[in-house]
């Protein structure tokens, strides 16, 4: 495979963009003019007279979990379906490609049915949430001629649906790899090389998977459980190639809502939220994209981690709550324009997590990573939160804590993941279990303030 310099799970365009715009609008916030609040009315104005989205995106807050690693695998989700032997598998392509078709759809299918099961949505609802984001790739629902994937995740993504639906949780289906890779992340299916914005085919078969999802999952049978749809996961809008990626997925979102609000001409709008992912951009670049009333129903999803660039992973506790915490401004400001929501996040203070930065990558936070200076051990820092200190836990509490008291300034939140095998670090489950994330959403240890 190609060498890359960015074959971690998530990238952020610039090394401190974040902090620089955060540091902005402290400075100096700028509300908005009388004409965008002319154009825009406040979404609490507007709820009643958007579409009928089962859930109240205006009022209500988000706090769910992504249901990660099970109908689209990573390495580091489920380490020993990975556990392989052949090097050269690093991403489900990979899997299926080496493994061959007849023995990569029997691991898989025994991975589907024992990763997750309905248990584990009804202990999702005890927690006291009410979202779940479950990750599908196209391959789920068409396979062009070359491509090793195999297939069987539908049947898994509805019996999700039907487990969500018995807990009363609602579903974003999220569309998490396209043909060529969004990103080249291991988690679009594909690790390696950019391609999905090279060829115009691969849009439009994005497109043509966007409408099965919408065909079969905008239903009124599914009314009022999948409550969203997201158009693609985190297109990289950092690529260097001349904005092409950037705007190829700019119009992609345009022409996905017409796809996904009226998938029929003259048909009634469909009653599900149109989720589009912010592209590594920062959040107000967005405000406009999708002015009211021509668009009803759309959200904005960002995804926020701090440790995956410098200087983020250097961070010590203090610093990182106080970054944590200027991101305030920024998010209120985008939930003003469009419903905005954190889509990804994890209380990890670290890339520890063995293969998170991918299949035979190492972590900045210890310098094995390529081309990274060392920051510390990761002895500790990951793994089972048996080898957790209590200092350790509670240093995860207050960054759990930090970060859903400010994305509640948002629609809300959903933290990746619900579970991991080896990473309790990033798992929703283990710091319930831990004790370093209440036992029921919403509530506060009151650790840390902003």
């Given amino acids: 495979m190609k060498s890359i310099t960015f074959g971690f799970r998530f990238f952020a365009a610039t ?5 620089l715009y955060d540091l902005a609008a402290v400075v100096s916030f700028k509300l908005s003019t009388q004409q965008d609040e002319g154009n825009l009315r406040s979404l609490r104005s507007r709820a009643n007279d958007e ?6 995106y205006a009022k209500d807050k988000i706090r769910g979990v992504n249901i990660g690693g ?3 695998t990573e390495p580091w989700v489920t380490p020993t379906l990975y556990d392989t032997g052949n090097d050269k598998i690093v991403d489900e392509y990979t899997f299926c490609q080496y493994l061959g078709r007849t023995e990569a759809t029997r691991r898989l299918s025994r991975h589907w049915q024992t990763f997750y099961t309905e248990a584990d949505f009804q202990t999702i609802k005890s927690y006291g ?3 779940v984001r479950i990750p599908i790739g196209y391959w789920a629902f068409e396979i062009s001629a070359g491509e090793p994937y195999v297939q069987g995740q539908l049947e898994y993504l509805k019996k999700g649906i039907a487990w969500a639906k018995n807990a009363k949780l609602n579903v974003i289906i999220d569309l998490h790899g396209a043909p060529g890779s ?3 992340f291991d988690n679009s299916g594909k690790r390696g090389d950019i391609g999905w914005a090279d060829k115009a085919s691969n849009v439009e078969r994005t497109k043509t998977v966007l409408a099965a999802i919408t065909a079969e999952f905008a239903k009124k049978d599914y009314e009022g459980v999948v409550t969203g749809i997201e158009a693609l996961n985190e297109p990289a809008g950092f690529k260097p190639d001349n904005n092409l990626t950037l705007n190829t997925a700019r119009q992609y979102f345009k022409d996905g809502y017409k796809i996904v609000r009226q998938p029929e001409r003259g ?14 951009q920062p959040l107000d670049t967005w405000a406009n994209s999708f002015p009211y009333p021509e668009y009803k129903g759309v959200a904005l999803d960002t995804h926020i981690y701090s440790v995956f660039t410098y200087p983020e992973i250097t961070f010590s506790e203090t610093v990182r709550i106080e970054n944590y915490c200027r991101m305030i ?3 209120k400001a985008s939930q003003e324009k469009i419903y905005t929501f954190v889509g990804e996040f994890a209380p990890a203070p670290t890339d520890c997590a063995p293969r998170l ?3 035979g990558i190492g972590a900045r936070f210890d310098g094995t990573f390529k081309n990274s200076t060392r920051v510390g051990s990761c002895e500790g820092k990951s793994g089972l939160s048996q080898f957790f200190s209590e200092d350790y836990k509670k240093y995860l509490r207050k960054l759990f804590e930090v970060q859903t008291l400010v994305y509640e300034s948002t629609s809300g939140w959903v933290m990746w993941t619900f579970k991991a095998e080896a990473a309790d670090d990033w798992s929703y489950d283990a710091g319930v279990k831990g004790g370093w994330i209440p036992a029921k959403a919403g509530d506060r240890f009151n650790s840390v303030q902003c």
């Fill in 267 to 280: 048909a009634q709008q469909t009653n599900v939220l149109y989720i589009v992912h912010d592209a590594f």
């Fill in 357 to 359: 930065n991918g299949q």
């Fill in 15 to 19: 090394v401190s963009l974040n902090i």
């Fill in 329 to 331: 401004s920024r998010l």
């Fill in 182 to 184: 969004q990103n080249g």
């Fill in 70 to 72: 099970w109908l689209v």
């Fill in 51 to 56: 579409v009928n989205l089962g859930f109240n």
């Fill in 129 to 131: 949430l009410n979202h």
